[in-house]
């Protein structure tokens, strides 16, 4: 087991002691119940949640993309008319809700662009759980918007955490295999390696 403290939480994820101790009952709760329960685990979970949540500032995903960014990162999602529609440009701010409704549409347990799935269904909470089935699998179908709050950002992180394997590899301090499953890439290693290696230190991982 992990005692976790406010110097100590601090310290792991770059936030202040006073920040920190916000968020302290809730990772102490969260992360004991989903078995987060190791200083390796714990680090690497700081790791993934910190980058994911910009350090802990971001809570809900901004779709705030310009329109040669729309078509960069979602080529098969998105058309060129619509990104220019919707799309931050000269000519107008982004459509936020818009975008989001057309890049998750039919994905991810969503219905169609109309059904408005996508924005209710953004990313959310401290690892940014998306798409109407993964809200469901978590139990927060019915209030989304729940997870913009500081216990269920990070209890829902932890709990997606759990029941996708990732104390597994956890154990295993496979960096690369924890962020190919929760980003689906390699997006961000860099920065996610660098926060897990002042967790690690801050935990007394050696």
Do not use: C
Not at 77 to 106: E, M, V
Not at 116 to 145: C, H, M, Q, W
């Amino acid at each position: 087991m992990v005692k976790l403290d406010a110097n100590t939480l601090a310290s792991a994820t770059g936030l202040s002691v006073a920040n920190a101790q916000k968020w302290l009952p809730y990772f102490i709760a969260s992360t004991n119940e989903f078995q987060i329960n190791t200083p390796l685990r714990l680090a690497h979970f700081i790791a993934q949640t910190g980058h994911e949540s910009q350090g802990f500032t971001k809570l809900s995903e901004s779709l705030n993309y310009s329109e040669s960014a729309l078509l960069a990162t979602f080529p098969k999602r998105i058309t060129a008319a619509q990104a220019n529609a919707y799309g931050r440009n000269a000519s107008h701010k982004a459509d936020q809700q818009k975008i989001a409704n057309i890049i998750y549409a039919n994905r991810n347990g969503n219905g169609d662009v109309n059904s408005g799935d996508g924005y209710k269904f953004r990313g959310r909470g401290l690892i940014g759980v998306t798409g109407r089935a993964n809200y469901k699998a978590l139990g927060y179908e019915s209030d989304p918007s729940v997870l913009e709050l500081i216990p269920d950002a990070v209890r829902s992180a932890a709990e997606w955490w759990y029941k996708n394997g990732l104390n597994a590899l956890a154990d295993k301090d496979d960096v690369r295999a924890i962020t190919l499953r929760v980003n689906g890439g390699y997006l961000g290693l860099d920065g996610r390696s660098a926060r897990l290696v002042a967790a690690k230190k801050a935990l007394g991982v050696v």
